[in-house]
């Protein structure tokens, strides 16, 4: 009986969580309310609050879902350990794509975020903990190569990535992902090199 209820409390658990990811990513931290959240999700209130206290706590689980969400699409990217790390770090740029979908891309979920986020808040300590963390991966991959400079390699790879997503808010440009792309493979062969 214990496991139908945890099925049952997961379900109502996630379609809170989904419903207000659906609605922070098109309007915003700030423009959605917790009633709107309620009612669109179809919970009471007292549903809501039960798992979860605060609005705060909910945005704090859509972004940890945004970073799982970007984590794998880079690594799926960049591909398999056993690829050459040069391709990897260029392979990951193919995150970018919008999946021919540009009309539903509406930014980075914590470009956004970090915008909307008072300095120094919860969240904007876990905007740069997502932002902080995909560093360290590249960094990692950066290493993997035969830069002369890893680290300052990861530092620029992450810095072209911010803009490219940054670019794409108000662009929703197709070429974006490319030319980011291109210059990933340009700025790592001259790494390598």
């Known amino acids: 009986m214990s496991n139908v209820s945890d099925a049952r409390n997961s379900g109502i658990r996630d379609r809170i969580l989904q419903t207000a990811s659906d609605l922070f990513y098109v309007d915003g931290l700030r423009g959605v309310g917790v009633n709107r959240i309620i009612e669109e999700a179809e919970v009471a209130k ?13 945005v704090l689980a859509y972004l940890d879902e945004m970073d799982r969400l970007w984590t794998m699409a880079l690594r ?6 056993p690829m050459p790390s040069a391709e990897r770090l260029v392979g990951m740029f193919d995150a970018l794509l919008w999946d021919g979908h540009p009309e539903d891309y509406r930014g980075a979920a914590f470009l956004k975020a970090s915008a909307e986020a008072g300095t120094g808040s919860v969240v904007q300590l876990r905007v740069s903990e997502h932002r902080a963390g995909v560093l ?3 960094r990692r991959v950066s290493r993997q190569t035969c830069a002369a400079d890893p680290d300052a390699l990861a530092r620029m790879l992450t810095l072209l990535l911010e803009g490219a997503l940054a670019l794409g808010i108000d662009t929703l440009d197709p070429d974006t992902p490319r030319l980011a792309q291109a210059a990933a493979r340009q700025i790592v062969h001259e790494a390598v090199s």
Do not use: H, R, V
């Open 76 to 81: 799926q990217a960049a591909g398999p350990d």
């Open 136 to 138: 360290e991966w590249i």
């Open 46 to 58: 007292s549903t809501f609050y039960k798992y979860f206290p605060t609005k705060e706590l909910l």
